[in-house]
T-cell receptor
Framework: GAVVSQHPSRVICKSGTSVKIECRSL??????MFWYRQFPKKSLMLMATSNEGSKATYEQGVEKDKFLINHASLTLSTLTVTSAHPEDSSFYIC???????????FGPGTRLTVT | QKEVEQDPGPLSVPEGAIVSLNCTYSNSAFQYFMWYRQYSRKGPELLMY????GNKEDGRFTAQVDKSSKYISLFIRDSQPSDSATYLCAMTGGAQKLVFGQGTRLTINP
């Protein structure tokens, strides 16, 4: 299957700082990428849809000013958690959608811990 | 009622058994169906992808889609302890977001 990379795999930051997570589609050009959040033993919660060259579409209840998404190229989307707080600690996962088959491939995830 | 229903389990079977995982859905517009395997603290891995109705086989895995009943299945033959994971069904009508089931936690006992 296609490869999607995510960096960093884990990050610890202090409350009030910002953290950037990168998601790269290595095998195909992804016009659409997605950002999810996952709590322990729960299913994936879609946060936003990242569209190359345009603004991201956020799900209801997700603060767009807190979770900044940039999709500047067909292979890279970034999620920046601004002014992070302990409640933002979670497992963040990105995915890239094949524009022809609609198959969606996930990255390995980033574990964020805010102290 | 959720758009996609999946029994969360947990499901525990002995090694070598045939495992059957299922999802039902309510949206008749869904045409693309996927099964993912997720190990603890890892991102989901795409196992099977099926377009519309029918069966698809890949090694020990078989995916079935019955659009008339709005029911999809994943069968695992000769199950191995390494198959122990959470299995997620997911589906979409196309250029929309994926809708996931709740995930089934599966344990294969040696």
């Amino acid at each position: 299957g296609a490869v999607v990379s995510q960096h960093p795999s884990r990050v610890i930051c202090k409350s009030g700082t910002s953290v950037k997570i990168e998601c790269r589609s290595l095998d195909f050009q992804a016009t659409t990428m997605f950002w999810y959040r996952q709590f322990p033993k729960k299913s994936l919660m879609l946060m936003a849809t990242s569209n190359e060259g345009s603004k991201a579409t956020y799900e209801q209840g997700v603060e767009k000013d807190k979770f900044l998404i940039n999709h500047a190229s067909l292979t890279l989307s970034t999620l920046t958690v601004t002014s992070a707080h302990p409640e933002d600690s979670s497992f963040y996962i990105c995915s890239a959608r094949d524009p022809y088959s609609y198959e969606q491939y996930f990255g390995p995830g980033t574990r964020l811990t805010v102290t | 009622q959720k758009e996609v229903e999946q029994d969360p389990g947990p499901l525990s079977v002995p090694e070598g058994a045939i495992v059957s995982l299922n999802c039902t859905y309510s949206n008749s517009a869904f045409q693309y169906f996927m099964w993912y395997r997720q190990y603890s603290r890892k991102g989901p891995e795409l196992l099977m992808y099926t377009y519309s109705s029918g069966n698809k086989e890949d090694g020990r895995f078989t995916a079935q889609v019955d659009k008339s009943s709005k029911y999809i299945s994943l069968f695992i033959r000769d199950s191995q302890p390494s198959d122990s994971a959470t299995y997620l069904c997911a589906m979409t009508g196309g250029a929309q977001k994926l809708v996931f089931g709740q995930g089934t936690r599966l344990t294969i006992n040696p």
